[in-house]
């Protein structure tokens, strides 16, 4: 159990998945205007990259004893697409406001990188089912914290501070993601994976 836990920490802080791979950048600085649309969007990956990556390690096990794991990408995929499918019909049916607030994001998160790679790291990892589960728990949470961090960040520019007009928008943004990735450097050697 150590190591999972070891492995949860390692990825929601010394290999964040937004902040050291830097992957999923564009729905990360897109839904970033506000914290509430930040926190919604990061539930929304931590649910779907934990529940697609519980469901990819045994399909990707099937098709590794059947001796297909070339197709395991189009597999991967799929489930992703299904997944969200099923995400945003339940919003839609449930939570309409945070649906509504989506908006274009959501099916978005079908194509987000992020979802993705999480599926791709188990298999070259060689990780087993738990390590998986933690490893894609941990890395939606390092990416839930990262775009609640730089929401946070830019609501209190937005409030707070006299941008120059060249660093406006997004611009800005890329420097605050490049400032807290500076500081999650420091992390490093707290826990591997």
């Not at 990780?127 to 390092?142: H, I, M």
């Not at 209190?156 to 990735?181: E, T, W």
Request: charged share 10%; proline share 3%.
């Amino acid at each position: 159990m150590g190591n999972v836990l070891e492995l949860i920490i390692a990825s929601i802080l010394n290999h964040n998945i937004a902040l050291v791979y830097i992957l999923g950048m564009c729905p990360l600085i897109a839904i970033s205007t506000n914290i509430k649309n930040a926190k919604g969007m990061g539930i929304a990956v931590v649910f779907v990259v934990t529940i697609t990556a519980m469901i990819n390690w045994p399909i990707y096990q099937l098709l590794q004893n059947t001796g297909t794991t070339n197709l395991s990408l189009l597999v991967f995929i799929i489930t992703i697409a299904a997944t969200v499918q099923f995400l945003e019909m339940f919003l839609e049916k449930f939570i309409p406001k945070l649906y509504n607030a989506f908006g274009i994001f959501l099916p978005l998160i079908t194509v987000n990188c992020v979802v993705l790679a999480i599926s791709l790291f188990f298999v070259n990892r060689d990780y087993n089912f738990v390590q998986t589960t933690g490893f894609a728990f941990g890395s939606s949470v390092g990416w839930l914290l990262a775009i609640v961090l730089v929401a946070g960040i830019r609501e209190k520019m937005a409030k707070n501070s006299d941008i120059p007009r060249g660093l406006r928008g997004k611009a800005i943004v890329f420097i605050v993601l490049g400032i807290i990735a500076l500081a999650f450097i420091g992390f490093t050697g707290l826990a591997n994976i």
